[in-house]
């Protein structure tokens, strides 16, 4: 079984706010009159910046290793289905509690895509596998962020690097929603593309026998 590495760096916001309030300071003592008095401030703001990037406020990395196919290939679709109620359940019981609406609608939406894809999975078990990363890896790690996500609206309000990281899990679940309506979308691609080409023949064969409204229309005129 094969392990990856996830690295994910959180840039401190603090040398920008230090920044910021040197020009005020600098803006209030000395005189802005010439072009070339923006660009000493510039300079002297860029200067301030890396001393505060690398001596004060250093970037986060943080490393998470997890297996990269922790599903037992054994795993049969009714225990997968099982998990996925499981998962269900936990990302609703949290949408109760999160009160910012586009998160909450994007929940519903991902849960809706998820039953969909399991609709899918009962008549083509063939394609089970398809999912197994999304069971073991992504719904495990988006529950635990909106966990965190959950936790952060009860402070009252967050401020920081709280608030860059609560705006970021927003991202990371919108994203979770593309990708999974992504996956609902490949599984059907198949059926889509011999529904596309039946309808076609079915054109062609109505064309030849001049059964369509608009050729009866034309051969009236």
Request: glycine residues 4%; negative net charge.
């Given at each position: 079984?094969?392990?990856?590495?996830?690295?994910?760096?959180?840039?401190?916001?603090?040398?920008?706010?230090?920044?910021?309030?040197?020009?005020?300071?600098?803006?209030?003592?000395?005189?802005?009159?010439?072009?070339?008095?923006?660009?000493?401030?510039?300079?002297?703001?860029?200067?301030?910046?890396?001393?505060?990037?690398?001596?004060?406020?250093?970037?986060?990395?943080?490393?998470?290793?997890?297996?990269?196919?922790?599903?037992?290939?054994?795993?049969?679709?009714?225990?997968?289905?099982?998990?996925?109620?499981?998962?269900?359940?936990?990302?609703?019981?949290?949408?109760?509690?999160?009160?910012?609406?586009?998160?909450?609608?994007?929940?519903?939406?991902?849960?809706?895509?998820?039953?969909?894809?399991?609709?899918?999975?009962?008549?083509?078990?063939?394609?089970?596998?398809?999912?197994?990363?999304?069971?073991?890896?992504?719904?495990?790690?988006?529950?635990?962020?909106?966990?965190?996500?959950?936790?952060?609206?009860?402070?009252?309000?967050?401020k920081g690097k709280v608030k860059d990281t609560a705006g970021e899990i927003e991202g990371?679940?919108?994203?979770?929603?593309?990708?999974?309506?992504?996956?609902?979308?490949?599984?059907?691609?198949?059926?889509?593309?011999?529904?596309?080409?039946?309808?076609?023949?079915?054109?062609?064969?109505?064309?030849?026998?001049?059964?369509?409204?608009?050729?009866?229309?034309?051969?009236?005129?």
């Amino acid at each position: 079984m094969g392990q990856m590495t996830i690295k994910n760096k959180i840039r401190s916001p603090y040398p920008f706010y230090g920044v910021g309030i040197f020009c005020l300071i600098y803006a209030f003592v000395f005189d802005l009159y010439r072009i070339t008095d923006y660009f000493i401030l510039t300079g002297l703001g860029i200067a301030v910046y890396v001393v505060l990037k690398s001596v004060f406020f250093h970037d986060i990395t943080i490393q998470k290793t997890v297996n990269s196919d922790p599903v037992e290939k054994t795993l049969t679709l009714v225990e997968m289905e099982k998990e996925a109620e499981t998962q269900m359940q936990a990302l609703n019981e949290l949408n109760q509690g999160i009160a910012d609406e586009k998160i909450s609608q994007d929940l519903n939406e991902i849960v809706s895509t998820i039953k969909q894809i399991f609709k899918y999975l009962r008549e083509h078990p063939e394609d089970t596998a398809s999912i197994r990363k999304l069971l073991a890896y992504y719904l495990p790690v988006l529950i635990e962020l909106l966990e965190t996500y959950a936790h952060y609206e009860t402070l009252n309000e967050p401020k920081g690097k709280v608030k860059d990281t609560a705006g970021e899990i927003e991202g990371a679940v919108e994203m979770m929603k593309q990708a999974i309506h992504h996956k609902y979308e490949e599984l059907y691609q198949n059926q889509i593309i011999d529904a596309n080409a039946e309808i076609e023949v079915l054109k062609t064969m109505l064309h030849q026998d001049g059964l369509l409204l608009d050729e009866m229309k034309e051969e009236r005129n």
